[in-house]
T-cell receptor, first 115, second 111 residues
Framework: GAGVSQSPRYKVAKRGQDVALRCDPI?????LFWYQQALGQGPEFLTY????????KSGLPSDRFFAERPEGSVSTLKIQRTQQEDSAVYLC?????????????FGEGSRLTVL | DAKTTQPNSMESNEEEPVHLPCNHS???????IHWYRQLPSQGPEYVIH???SNVNNRMASLAIAEDRKSSTLILHRATLRDAAVYYC????????????FGKGTRLHILP
């Protein structure tokens, strides 16, 4: 596709449920990033992939959060046993280069609401 | 980590130039200056980035102070569509830094 695609756009989960959020990056982009954005705040870094390798997961808030990119293209962010504090917009971005040498292209995000 | 300071909010009139300031007094020689913006209900959008020299693109201009301790994003002719949160971000290419967002400046455009 032309841009970064994320699904679902909106997800409502009951506390304790597991959720999976999908990101389709721009074709050919080697770098993929996940961010979490709480209401009224700037995006916060969660994790970074270069192809299929997860090079940085320092921003994942707990071991309930897990991300994968098995074939170096589509990525999935999984949140186990969701809590109310997990409610946020989850943003995916891709880049043709590394962290800071080029432009990040963001998707529109997946809004997660945990009841 | 180098930090940036931006005003919380600014207002500008439609069709006038807008100068968005950013202070980064602890910038290192290998820090790039990036600007992103986020329109309501959308993901952030790249605007521009630079290292030492002023930069121009179709969206904006980036003016970097000679000592690099501050920079200004210039929108030459604001439209209502430019109402967004603008983020000024430093990242060190030498350390493969992440793009870390602060709170940014919320820009209001008055018709």
């Amino acid at each position: 596709g032309a841009g970064v695609s994320q699904s679902p756009r909106y997800k409502v989960a009951k506390r304790g449920q597991d959720v999976a959020l999908r990101c389709d990056p721009i074709s050919g982009h080697v770098s993929l990033f996940w961010y979490q954005q709480a209401l009224g705040q700037g995006p916060e870094f969660l994790t970074y992939f270069q192809n299929e390798a997860q090079l940085d997961k320092s921003g994942l808030p707990s071991d309930r959060f897990f991300a994968e990119r098995p074939e170096g293209s589509v990525s999935t962010l999984k949140i186990q046993r969701t809590q109310q504090e997990d409610s946020a917009v989850y943003l995916c971005a891709s880049s043709s280069t590394g962290f800071d040498t080029g432009e990040l292209f963001f998707g529109e995000g997946s809004r997660l609401t945990v009841l | 980590d180098a930090k940036t300071t931006q005003p919380n909010s600014m207002e500008s009139n439609e069709e006038e130039p807008v100068h968005l300031p950013c202070n980064h007094s602890t910038i290192s020689g290998t820090d790039y200056i990036h600007w992103y913006r986020q329109l309501p209900s959308q993901g952030p959008e790249y605007v521009i980035h630079g290292l030492t020299s002023n930069v121009n693109n179709r969206m904006a201009s980036l003016a970097i102070a000679e000592d690099r301790k501050s920079s200004t994003l210039i929108l030459h002719r604001a439209t209502l569509r430019d109402a967004a949160v603008y983020y000024c971000i430093l990242s060190d290419w030498n350390r493969d830094d992440k793009i870390i967002f602060g709170k940014g400046t919320r820009l209001h455009i008055l018709p």
